[in-house]
């Protein structure tokens, strides 16, 4: 994996956000989803109230992987390994132990996988699922990764349960308690 580290920024919130690992422009940009994936997934959180700047300091932000994976051989972003997700996984535990999150949303069949286990998109996309992990139970809401590589969310079944899945995120007592206060 390529360095630097990347880390959202120390907000103690109620929602924790999981992506996969940084892509190769985060690391030089000192932050999570700064590129094209970012650009869509924080257009689909501004409607339901946050923009991204007030996602970024609202909402931690953590991810599978800290360090991008690099390049495949034969181009595009190359996912973690299962030793790679393993190195990193006591940074998600004490994470989740130290923010005890009451809704979790993974972004991405790799960080939806550490939550529910390995499933079709189309079977846990648009719903809530009762989740636990480092000993902390909670709620999680996945989504698609937003990633432009990524046609999922674009086409049906992906873009209604897309929407589905950000209902119900827009919904969610945690997500209404940090939308709904001035900070």
Not at 136 to 160: C, N, V
Request: proline share 10%; hydrophobic share 40%.
């Amino acid at each position: 994996m390529v360095g630097p580290v990347v880390v959202g920024n120390p907000v103690r919130s109620p929602v924790l956000l999981i992506g996969q690992a940084p892509g190769p422009h985060e690391g030089e940009l000192g932050r999570p989803f700064a590129w094209t994936a970012g650009k869509q997934l924080f257009k689909w959180f501004a409607p339901l109230g946050l923009d991204e700047t007030g996602f970024r300091n609202r909402v931690y932000m953590a991810a599978v992987c800290r360090c991008f994976p690099g390049k495949r051989a034969s181009g595009g972003d190359r996912e973690p390994s299962p030793a790679e997700i393993a190195n990193c996984a006591g940074w998600l535990d004490r994470e989740i132990e130290l923010n005890r999150p009451t809704l979790v949303i993974p972004v991405g069949r790799i960080a939806i996988e550490q939550l529910l286990g390995p499933a079709p998109l189309a079977d846990v996309i648009g719903r809530k699922h009762r989740a636990r992990r480092a000993g902390h139970d909670f709620e999680a809401i996945p989504l698609p990764h937003p990633s432009g590589a990524s046609t999922w969310f674009k086409m049906e079944p992906g873009r209604s349960l897309t929407q589905k899945a950000l209902s119900l995120i827009g919904r969610h007592a945690a997500w209404r308690a940090i939308t709904s206060t001035s900070r």
